[in-house]
Nanobody, 119 residues
Framework: QVQLVESGGGLVQAGGSLRLSCAAS????????LGWFRQAPGKEREFVAS????????SYADSVKGRFTISRDNAKKTMFLQMNSLKPEDTAVYYC????????????WGQGTQVTVSS
C-alpha cells in the first residue's frame, strides 16, 4: 500500500512560480514511478509529468515542457514539481500518482492540491 500527500498549491499571478511536493509512504515506494496529473473544471484528468524510480528518466506533457520540472528525493520519499511561468490555463487540481507498471487501475493517487493562476 502506498500513501501520497500533496502540498504547495495556492493562488499565484500569471508568470509566477509554485513548487508542489508529494510525500510518499509505504513499502518500496522508492521503486515506483511517480508522476503528476491535473484536472481542470469540466475537463478530464491529464498527464503533466513523470519520473522514474531513480530519477534517470523524466517525461513531460507538451503544454508544460520548458516551464515545469519534476524531481524526487528518495531519501526523503518526496517528489517535487517546480512550476515556472505559470499561465491561467495551468489552473487545476494537481494530483500526485505512483505506479509500478502503468497509470491504470493499479496506480495510487493522492487527494490533490489546488493551483489557481490569475490573469
Amino acid at each position: 500500500q502506498v500513501q501520497l500527500v500533496e502540498s504547495g498549491g495556492g493562488l499565484v499571478q500569471a508568470g509566477g512560480s509554485l513548487r508542489l511536493s508529494c510525500a510518499a509512504s509505504g513499502r518500496a515506494v522508492n521503486l515506483f514511478t511517480l508522476g503528476w496529473f491535473r484536472q481542470a473544471p469540466g475537463k478530464e484528468r491529464e498527464f503533466v509529468a513523470s519520473i522514474s524510480w531513480n530519477g534517470g528518466t523524466t517525461s513531460y506533457a507538451d503544454s508544460v515542457k520548458g516551464r515545469f520540472t519534476i524531481s524526487r528525493d528518495n531519501a526523503k520519499k518526496t517528489m517535487f514539481l517546480q512550476m515556472n511561468s505559470l499561465k491561467p490555463e495551468d489552473t487545476a487540481v494537481y494530483y500526485c500518482a505512483a505506479n509500478l507498471v502503468d497509470w491504470g487501475t493499479d496506480a495510487y493517487w493522492g487527494q490533490g492540491t489546488q493551483v489557481t493562476v490569475s490573469s
